[in-house]
Structure formats: C-alpha cells, structure tokens
C-alpha cells in the first residue's frame, strides 16, 4: 500500500506517441495529454512504472540473447541481474506480479540456441541502435528486434511478458493474428510503419513472442496498416486541438486501472467491480501500537489498514487532508467501515482540494 502525493493534474500537447502507449491512449485520448514528466507521481514510488521497468529488463536480456551473448544460466544470471540494478537497484521481487514466473520462462527463451530462434536461412537479427520516428503520425519508438534478410527487413519481433490473447483459443488449431491482444496487434503495427519510414520496405511478417517462447506471427498487410495510420492521424489532430471534455471517453473498463483517475474530473465509478475507490478529507488518524492504522474520514467513514511498509509517509495523512483511496473493500456487514486490500493506495492532494466523501 503506498501513500502518493500528487498535484493537479497538467495537460500537455505530446511531441509524439510511443507504440506501446499508444493502444491505451487511444481508449481515452485525453491520457496523452496527461503523458507527461509533471504527472509522473500517479504513477507512485516516485513515478516509477514496476511492471515497465520489469518489461525492459525482458526486452534488454532477450536482445542479449538474439545476439548470441547469452548461452548459458549463468550468462543470463548476470544479465538479468545487471540490467535489474540499473533499472532498481533494490530489485523488482514483490513490486510486479509473477515477477519469478516471468524470470523463468525469459531464462528459457534466452538460454535457446540461436539456430532454433532464426533457422539457417540466412535470416538474421540485426540491432537497431537508434529511435525511429514517423514524422506523419508522430509515431517514435525502437522495435525490439528486426530480421534482416539479404539486407531488406522481412520481420519485425517484439517481445511481451503478458499474456498474449484477449481470450482463450478454444478449439482453434490456428494462432490466428486476430487473437493477439488488441493493443499488442497495434503495436506491431506502428512498428511496421516505422520500419517503413527507414528502410522504405515493410516487413513481410510482424510476431509477437512471450517470454514462455510461445510465438504468434502474421503476414503483414498493408489495407490494415493504412486504417492503422488513419487513426493514429485523427488521434493527433484531436489531441492537438479539442477540449479535454471532448477527448475523455469515461467508463468503467477504461477509468478502472487509470492511473490518473484520482486527479481527473471525468472519472466515473465502476459498479461492477469488487473493489471501491473514495474520495474526502481526512478528520482523524489513529495510530496503534502495532504497525496498523485506521483514516477516520468526516462523514464518519472508517478505513482500516493492517499494515504500512513506510511509516515515515504516514506523516501525509493528517486532519483536514484531501484524499483520493483506491481498491478498498467495503464490508457488507459493518456499513461505514473499509478494509484497504493489497492493491490500495492513499492519494493526498497537494492542494487540499475534494469533494464531500463520496464512492465514486
């Protein structure tokens, strides 16, 4: 459970969108004005993204191994282990979930021998060193690996340490491109352009690998691509120019996980969830002996934590502060009382400013 300070929130014109940000910013157009260093605690733990910084580790290992400098446990202890510290150096066990599950597997695909990844058909991975950019959408990104065949780009690889369908396959013998998850489908395709705008060739195949090995390819097509290309067009022309009432599409699946929803006006609850997130100004703090505490807030609502694992931000919570409290369990029997579960976190406004308390 982590206690965030935070500011207004800031809107700001993006310069460009990044490939993997872009299917989550186009749910709700008004996030890119909100992709910016000024909003970066609502993020928390200092505006660090855990589940980002896991994901470039899997990225930088997996490129290591693509090019033959990873062939054997050890090999990838030191990798993982060295591009970890760079990214925390206390490490990421206990702040991402599955983080040894996702260790295990990325050790199994990096440790394979490199024939088995590219075959002997002259195929082979070549390092992107610099950004890419399309200056027509704005997209900028660098694909995490392309496969070079007789010096032209036939591939385009990017590696995920989620799961890779929407749902589950079913019955299906094919694994069909119209499976992959859709922002992961996206992805892929910003890539493809921006291989594009360097190369001036698309590549023939664009794949998705998890971290399990487990690959979904598909071949590329171009009608798919320009429908791609469209949107993200009309997403910058918007973005550039409409009111943040007109870019904000609120709704439960959208504002559920939002990191932004304690500082955005448009955010609307989610009935349907099992958690509750509430919003209101604190009256008293009681602190047992025990490591617990309880927020009584001014409509006489109590919140119960059982533990906190940095006290010294307790010292944010105090009469007559402004807060914004995510995942809470409300209990059925106990009408007014709340339990913070293990995904709560406690956003005090800088600026003092809230509403009555309220479910929202």
């Known amino acids: 459970m982590e206690i965030i300070k935070t500011e ?25 004005r909100y992709e910016n260093p000024a909003n970066a605690g609502y993020y928390g733990a200092g505006g660090k993204n855990f589940p980002a910084m896991l994901g470039n580790v899997v990225h930088q290992v997996l490129e290591q191994s693509n090019f033959g400098k990873i062939n054997s446990q050890e090999d990838f202890e030191r990798y993982w282990n ?60 660098r694909p995490d690996l392309v496969v070079f065949k007789g010096g032209v780009p036939v591939e385009v690889k990017d ?14 013998d094919e694994l069909g491109y119209d499976l992959l998850r859709l922002e992961y489908r996206q992805q892929l395709l910003s ?25 979904v390819s598909s071949s590329f097509r171009l009608e798919e691509l320009n429908e791609w290309k469209g949107r993200v067009l009309k997403l910058k022309e918007d973005v550039s120019s409409l009111p943040g009432q007109e870019l904000a599409i ?40 025990f490591g617990n505490f309880i927020l009584i807030l001014e409509d006489g609502c109590r919140v119960f934590c059982r533990n906190i694992t940095d006290r010294e931000d307790i010292v944010l919570l105090e009469p007559g502060a402004a807060v914004y409290l995510t995942n809470l369990y409300p209990l059925e029997k106990q009408p007014g009382f709340l339990v913070f579960s293990a995904y709560s976190r406690v956003f005090v406004s800088a600026d003092g400013q809230s509403t009555s308390t309220r479910s929202i």
């Open 250 to 289: 609120p709704g439960a699946d959208n504002c559920r996980h939002c990191v932004y929803k304690p500082g955005c006006e448009f955010a609307v609850q989610d009935t349907g969830y099992h958690f509750r997130d509430f919003r209101g100004i604190i009256k008293e703090v009681v602190l047992p002996a």
């Open 159 to 172: 590696y995920k340490s989620g799961a890779l369908f929407e749902r589950p396959l079913g019955g299906s």
């Open 191 to 215: 890539y493809a352009l921006l291989v594009y705008s360097e190369y001036q060739v698309f590549p023939q195949t664009l794949s998705i690998v998890g971290v399990d090995g487990e690959e």
């Open 8 to 32: 207004k929130l800031k809107q700001e014109v993006p310069d460009h969108f990044s490939p993997s940000r872009l299917g989550w910013i186009l749910a709700c157009p008004l996030r890119a």
């Open 82 to 141: 060295g591009y970890e510290e760079k990214q925390l150096p206390s490490g990421l066990m206990g702040k991402v979930k599955n983080y040894g599950k996702i260790r295990y597997f990325t050790a199994k695909q990096a440790v394979k021998p490199l024939v088995s990844r590219f075959g002997t058909g002259g195929a082979k991975p070549v390092r992107i060193e610099k950004t890419l950019l399309d200056r027509d959408t704005g997209i900028k990104g």
